[in-house]
């Protein structure tokens, strides 16, 4: 049996950033420590924009400050730019994740600023982080597909990619940031990235299950050499373009397929299981993962 | 661009067999009729079961003589024994489709017959139905798990391959009953049925999304010589074992996925997401399906 590839939970992050339930800050600081009891070793915990734009993040400080940090676990924030990385740093994170867009529409929308211009802030980001010994990722949004322009050229993803291997982002996250991709994008995407990285450079992806196709996905992007997914524990994650759509891959949902399909994760199934009742509680609604619905198996039933 | 997979809805007969709400013989009428106006081209409408083992089942005949026939469409009947292919007959079926359970506990408990009894019994009706002149699958359920005995044999899976092949199946159908089976099983039991049977007899799968694994198992199919795949509207179908679990693959999210994954289907996803809504009418809950909350893409924001 081969190993399984790395799970970032972050459930703390893309996924409370848009529900519209604010969760206090110590139940997440609660539920950091639930992850990482379930065996989760990358915890991305918190975005370090600003609190007017995204008001469920304005307590990142409070969430690092608290979390018991386990031994083995590392602990991720999200930075757009430098002031972010400022307090990222003062909150003692052990990586930092910079967000690029492909779609240049989408980053204007998104961080104020052209692809081009939020291509070169990474890179310093990336520069800095890595001067201050923090492991650095740099994510490719919308890399499957933008809800304005519509399909994203691959080329404009991968010109992001060269830009941040050059910087010496440490991995590569190519993110279906609204849930469009299907698995020919996986693969293409997957192989040139990989071609432009070398093997020693992590390869990562962040998929959606907005269309069904986050699974499928994901299995895609490991047969291509992903060693790193993210997902949310319960599929948590809204977005802002679809109100009714599901989320994030599924922490749960991803650890059975991979369990199951002879890629372990090293995760605890039933305490995921458990930490996404405790997020229903917390959010006050059905969640979009099938695993604490169904049970596992074998043994669920009989 | 390569051609797609042939599409079976069987949102009348697995979608609805398990359904607490009985929908009325006129509406599944008119729901077949939709379905052919989506570009559906083999519809699965109806199981020829005892009525009292199956209420929802108890129209069929009635749904078969009711339904608009479209020419080139193939309607379907799932029958399990000698009197329901006299009955599917009757009722001027293009194709009948035998059930075979290889978990001899579920076969037992579903048929009440041992597995070997019952692919005895389905080569018999194989024949016939050759016979007739009638387009005959034998779908070998349980395949990928049973939530009685835990694991299956892949053994006991080609067993029933190989008699149903010498009995003049025309097409195999490999089913994961109760929604637990991963990529690597699909690819195994793929590959090795093709190797019994050869390349002139239809390979197709049966998917259920029970723990969201459904749509990575489509696709693995497809990606090892599958030509067929069941679905149904709205991913309706009911698990017995499992009261909250999530039905078969949804028609409208396969063919998003198979459309823009470079495999088009030749169905139309805006007239299957309109069906989708009248059969979350019918059922009165929200369906599992995501594409009629999410949008098509690209084209659904902006």
């Keep these: 049996m081969t190993t399984g590839p790395t799970i970032v939970d972050v459930s703390l992050r893309d996924g409370l950033q848009n529900e519209s339930v604010l969760v206090p800050t110590a139940d997440k600081i609660r539920f950091a420590d639930l992850l990482a009891d379930a065996g989760v070793r990358r915890i991305e915990a918190a975005s370090f924009v600003h609190p007017k734009l995204v008001p469920a993040m304005a307590d990142a400080e409070a969430v690092l400050a608290g979390i018991h940090r386990v031994e083995g676990v590392s602990y991720s924030a999200l930075v757009l730019n430098d002031r972010g990385l400022d307090r990222a740093l ?150 802002p373009f679809a109100p009714r759509a599901t989320g994030n891959i599924a922490t749960e949902d991803l650890v059975y397929l991979l369990d199951r399909g002879g890629q372990p994760t090293g995760l605890d199934l039933e305490a995921l299981i458990a930490a996404s009742g405790e997020m229903t509680m917390l959010l006050g609604k059905e969640l979009p993962a099938l695993l604490p619905r169904a049970g596992g198996f074998p043994g669920a039933v009989g």
């Design 90 to 239: 003062d909150a003692a994170v052990d990586e930092i994740n910079v967000v690029v867009c492909a779609s240049d529409t989408f980053s204007r929308r998104n961080q104020n600023m052209s692809t081009a211009d939020s291509t070169r802030i990474a890179a310093g980001i990336i520069e800095r982080a890595r001067a201050a010994g923090i492991f650095a990722t740099v994510t490719v949004g919308t890399a499957f597909g933008c809800p304005f322009e519509g399909e994203v050229d691959p080329a404009a993803v991968l010109r992001i990619v060269t830009a941040a291997h050059a910087a010496g982002a440490q991995e590569i996250c190519l993110a279906d940031t609204i849930g469009v991709g299907v698995p020919p994008q996986v693969s293409l995407l997957a192989d040139r990235t990989r071609a432009i990285t070398g093997p020693d450079t992590g390869l990562r992806f962040h998929f959606h299950n907005t269309r069904n196709t986050g699974y499928a996905n994901a299995w895609t992007a490991l047969a291509h050499g992903a060693d790193t997914l993210d997902s949310s524990v319960g599929g948590i994650g809204g977005c």
